[in-house]
Every structure is written in structure tokens, then in C-alpha cells.
């Protein structure tokens, strides 16, 4: 199983992004998939999650609001649109994935997903 992520990058305040990531290897009967970023000396944080089998979508406090997690209906992929981007908000982004409905209270945990894909770079400066 493989994990592809892109889109990051270097925004001003205020700015938009979106990321991607897709997932390759294996067909899943079910599916979670979530954005997580670990700043620079902090440790890694959840950002959103998206359950292919009902559709939900779920957010830290931190994002709600700015951020949404959607599926990418051509291929086996989640986007992350940001918007409204700040200096906080510069992280490496990860991607990861777990091969079953994962309940609410776990979608937060790392150790929850079995695939985790390569970060990409988002920072927010002027």
C-alpha cells in the first residue's frame, strides 16, 4: 500500500492551499483517511479525517471552519482544501490511512492508522 501526497508549499497570510493524497496497492472494503501535521518541535497533531463508507468528515478545533477534507470521486484519494492559511498553521502535512470504518473517538490517534504516506511541506509566511 502506498500513499501519495502533494501540494504543499509557501503561502502569505490569509492564502489558500490544497493538498492531495492517494492511496494505491490494494482495494479496501472500507476506508479511513486523515491529514495529521507536525510542526517544527511540536508533536503531530490531527487535523481532519474522512470515512469512505459513510462519507463523514471530521476536524480539529484548530482547522474547523477553514479546512475541508473531500473525496476525489475520479480516484482512491482525499483533498485538503485550506484556506484562510496562518503562520500556525505551518506544518509538514502527513497522510495516512487505515483499511477499516474507524470510530469516532480513534480518528485522532496515530497509532490508529496502518499507512502513512510521505509529508508535504506547508508553511505560511509573508
Known amino acids: 500500500v502506498q500513499l501519495q501526497a502533494s501540494g504543499g508549499g509557501l503561502v502569505q497570510p490569509g492564502g489558500s492551499l490544497r493538498l492531495s493524497c492517494a492511496v494505491s496497492?490494494?482495494?479496501?472494503?472500507?476506508?479511513?483517511m486523515a491529514w495529521f501535521r507536525q510542526a517544527p518541535g511540536k508533536e503531530r497533531e490531527f487535523v481532519a479525517a474522512?470515512?469512505?463508507?459513510?462519507?463523514?468528515?471530521h476536524y480539529s478545533g484548530s482547522v474547523k471552519g477553514r479546512f475541508t477534507i473531500s473525496r476525489d470521486s475520479a480516484k482512491k484519494a482525499v483533498s485538503l482544501q485550506m484556506t484562510n492559511l496562518n503562520p500556525e498553521d505551518t506544518a509538514v502535512y502527513h497522510c495516512?490511512?487505515?483499511?477499516?470504518?474507524?470510530?469516532?473517538?480513534?480518528?485522532?490517534?496515530?497509532?490508529?492508522?496502518?499507512?502513512w504516506g510521505q509529508g508535504t511541506e506547508v508553511t505560511v509566511s509573508s
Open positions: 474522512f470515512r469512505w463508507s459513510t462519507g463523514s468528515t
Open positions: 495516512a490511512a487505515d483499511p477499516t470504518h474507524l470510530i469516532v473517538s480513534r480518528l485522532s490517534n496515530l497509532d490508529a492508522y496502518d499507512y
Open positions: 496497492g490494494r482495494d479496501f472494503s472500507a476506508l479511513t
